[in-house]
């Protein structure tokens, strides 16, 4: 995770997510420029080593989106690329396969991790504080890969079909939440969601973790 810093003298920190009041734009310019003396001192070792680090896109974080993300990516350089989360963004209202198709070449790590937004949400939003595993009140679940979208294997072959056009052949690492099925049969479900997935795809592609 970016990690997200609170304002001097604070102990907590505020994820800021609209432009009011106007305090909120001049606490996000300290939040990018501590984030940014911090990674960049981490980027730089680690490129010395030869290592790469993955991060994820979440919320109550610094960098919750595509947009975040490149931001940290352009001030400290290519070591720092994204570990990708489609479940996150999914929530938050964006659309996985185009993020993707955004951060082509800047991908090194991905998860295999599904949303499912329920019909809730049109009265709630999908902001939302109700503990994981309320299932019934929430605005919106994760769930076993496979059962958040309606056309089931179908999104995750474009999923996978996204990740190999923008140059990803990684692993696929199965993360599982779901609070509604075993762990055993959730993970099971993943696992014949991702190989169907990749079947449909023509050439070689990834391990599955």
């Known amino acids: ?5 609170a304002a001097p003298g604070d102990l907590f920190p505020a994820w800021i997510i609209t432009v009011w009041p106007p305090e909120n734009l001049r606490l996000l310019d300290h939040q990018w420029t501590v984030a940014v003396d911090y990674w960049g001192s981490l980027a730089q070792e680690a490129a010395r080593r030869g290592v790469r680090i993955a991060v994820e896109m979440h919320a109550n974080q610094l960098v919750y989106n595509v947009p975040g ?8 350089g290519d070591t720092v690329g994204a570990n990708f989360d489609p479940s996150h963004l999914l929530w938050m209202g964006a659309d996985p396969l185009i993020a993707i198709d955004a951060l082509a070449g800047a991908i090194h790590h991905v998860h295999a991790k599904d949303t499912r937004i329920e019909d809730r949400s049109a009265i709630t939003s999908r902001l939302e504080t109700i503990p994981n595993e309320r299932t019934g009140d929430r605005a919106w679940n994760y769930v076993a ?65």
């Open 1 to 5: 995770m970016s990690g997200l810093p």
């Open 69 to 76: 993300l490149l931001r940290l990516r352009e001030a400290v």
């Open 145 to 209: 890969v496979g059962t958040g979208h309606p056309d089931g294997v179908a999104f995750w072959a474009r999923f996978v079909d996204a990740l190999v056009a923008a140059g990803y052949d990684g692993p696929l690492s199965i993360e599982n939440e779901d609070y509604t099925l075993g762990q055993r049969e959730s993970v099971a479900l993943a696992v014949r969601t991702l190989r169907d997935a990749v079947a449909t795809h023509s050439g070689s592609f990834v391990n599955m973790s």
